[in-house]
């Protein structure tokens, strides 16, 4: 993107984003690239953020929590890369996305005891709901297959 000097714009709506957007010295393509960005970001925010979260966890280092940990693999970003592509922003709401040091992701739900561990070709999950233990180990990785278990845990 062409360089542009950081000022503070005040912006009420999407409408006024937009408007401003235009006002900006850069070049059609940039001003779309900010424009879908910028409707991602006022109108799914949940799918947003995983989106920002995952763009992290792809720059983490050997040993990135000081304890030797692997970095995570671009398989495994990939992989949960191509569930956000299909996913809705509520589908989002209550996960929360973190590292582990194993190399995988691993989604935690915000609202239940779940939990789904992403790995480079397989995924596994766990639900405890009403003292009732649910899960499976070793489920060959499908983005439609991981998605499906996500909206299935948050019932």
């Known amino acids: 993107m062409a360089s542009e000097p ?4 005040r912006t009420t709506s999407y409408m006024d984003a ?24 006022t109108t799914e925010a949940n799918l947003s953020k995983a989106f920002d979260t ?3 966890l792809s720059t983490l280092q050997l040993g990135w929590d000081g304890y030797n940990a692997l970095p995570i693999s671009k398989k495994v970003i990939n992989n949960l890369r191509s569930v ?3 996913s809705d922003n509520d589908d989002w709401k209550n996960w929360m996305i973190s590292p582990d040091g194993n190399a ?3 989604l935690q739900s915000a609202t239940r005891r779940a939990s789904i561990s992403v790995g480079a070709e397989e995924f596994s999950y766990y639900l405890k709901t009403d003292g009732i233990r649910k ?11 991981l998605l499906f278990i996500m909206r299935e845990l948050n019932k």
């Open 6 to 9: 950081a000022v503070a714009y």
């Open 18 to 41: 937009m408007a401003m957007i235009h006002t900006m010295h850069l070049t059609r393509e940039d001003k779309e690239r900010v424009g879908r960005r910028l409707v991602v970001e």
């Open 54 to 56: 995952l763009e992290h």
């Open 84 to 86: 956000l592509l299909i």
């Open 104 to 106: 995988t992701i691993m």
């Open 135 to 145: 899960g499976e180990s070793h489920v060959d990785f499908s983005a439609s297959k």
